[in-house]
């Protein structure tokens, strides 16, 4: 069955930098456009970044924008988010996400697969 796995979440002060790695199994990666969303607690799930198929195309929620990459690597079936100059706003649950468009940035419903989440925690 299709997994995705999140890793390289943790608590960091604000500043700091954190790359998150998604390991993906059980599905075509290299067909899939991918993506990560977060979730603090008591608000809703958001996008943060999203990369088609072939990693020439990228896009980010504006609150992310030039501190945020998100990256692949197919021959490892792994995307990546490398979060700099983190501010205490970015803390929440990151979740990976896998679609065959990358329309999942403007609708949730349309990401087939979500990872389990990893905590990102940014201190003051």
């Known amino acids: 069955q299709v997994q995705l796995v999140e890793s390289g979440g943790g608590l960091v002060q604000a500043g700091a930098s954190l790359r998150l790695s998604c390991a993906a199994s059980?599905?075509?990666?290299?067909?899939?456009?991918m993506g990560w969303f977060r979730q603090a607690p008591g608000k809703e799930r958001e996008f943060v970044a999203a990369?088609?198929?072939?990693?020439?195309?990228?896009a980010y929620a504006d609150s992310v924008k030039g501190r945020f990459t998100i990256s692949r690597d197919n021959a490892k079936n792994t995307v990546y988010l490398q979060m700099n100059s983190l501010k205490p706003e970015d803390t929440a649950v990151y979740y990976c996400?896998?679609?065959?468009?990358?329309?999942?940035?403007?609708?949730?419903?349309?990401?087939?697969?979500w990872g389990q989440g990893t905590q990102v925690t940014v201190s003051s």
């Open positions: 996400a896998a679609g065959r468009s990358g329309a999942f940035r403007y609708n949730p419903d349309r990401v087939e697969y």
């Open positions: 059980g599905l075509t990666f290299s067909t899939y456009a």
């Open positions: 990369i088609n198929w072939s990693g020439g195309s990228t």
